[in-house]
């Protein structure tokens, strides 16, 4: 089955830090979603992104679907981002959303 | 206007007690979906329905076993709940088909003592 790796697993933030996290995955697939996972379990979707570029306030996320990677940018980090943030894409045979390892992010003030 | 809504948002249980977990959903999506997550793993997939069409994971345990009486509703059941069954469990719709956006309710975290 498909395979979804996600770089780096953990990330430690001063507030007002950017950065970029990546997430690759071994084989075609219909779309990529990415998610924040909050310290209360809930995932939220930041970005349905099968290909480009979008952007929300101070997320963006870009997926090269040829190259099979997608990476989401966080500018000027607040300590509400704190959370896993989750790639997951949908297995161009199944149908299924198939989740990346995670990358766990915490922002200190 | 809450869209995915799971019910209890803790639960606990004893070894063995069946218990049951709901979710709604006011989007009226055909598509309804159970995760279970453990810690600091990512969710897996137990199983989902098409509309009324149940379709079951190949390593979903007999143990687990999911209803949906009708769109808005979709219940797991856990027959005998063991010790490794404690974890968070998410319920998640879309519309169906490909490149559809699967939307996720905030979860029940299940604690079996």
């Known amino acids: 089955g498909i395979q979804v790796e996600q770089s780096p697993p953990d990330l430690i933030l001063q507030e007002g830090a950017n950065s970029t996290l990546r997430c690759n995955f071994s084989?075609?697939?219909?779309?990529l979603q990415w998610f924040h996972q909050n310290p209360w379990g809930q995932l939220i979707n930041l970005f349905y992104?099968?290909?480009g570029t979008k952007q929300n306030g101070r997320l963006s996320a870009t997926t090269v679907a040829t190259e099979r990677y997608s990476l989401l940018y966080i500018s000027s980090s607040q300590t509400t981002d704190s959370g896993v943030y989750f790639c997951?894409?949908?297995?161009?045979?199944?149908?299924?959303?198939?989740f990346g390892t995670g990358t766990r992010l915490q922002v200190f003030p | 206007d809450a869209m995915v809504i799971q019910n209890p948002r803790y639960q606990v249980t004893q070894f063995g007690k069946p218990v049951t977990l709901s979710c709604s959903q006011t989007?009226?999506?055909?598509?309804m979906y159970w995760y279970q997550q453990k810690s600091s793993q990512a969710p897996k997939l137990l199983f989902h329905?098409?509309?009324?069409?149940?379709?079951n994971e190949a390593d979903t345990p007999d143990n687990f076993q999911s209803r949906r009486p009708n769109t808005s509703f979709c219940f797991l059941d856990i027959r005998s709940p063991g010790l490794g069954d404690a974890a968070m469990y998410l319920c998640?719709?879309?519309?169906?088909?490909?490149?559809?956006?699967?939307?996720f309710g905030p979860g029940t975290r299940l604690l079996v003592l």
């Open positions: 084989d075609s697939v219909n779309n």
């Open positions: 989007l009226n999506h055909n598509v």
């Open positions: 997951a894409v949908e297995d161009y045979n199944t149908d299924k959303l198939i």
């Open positions: 329905y098409y509309d009324k069409d149940f379709n």
């Open positions: 998640a719709t879309s519309r169906g088909g490909t490149e559809e956006t699967q939307y």
């Open positions: 992104i099968p290909s």
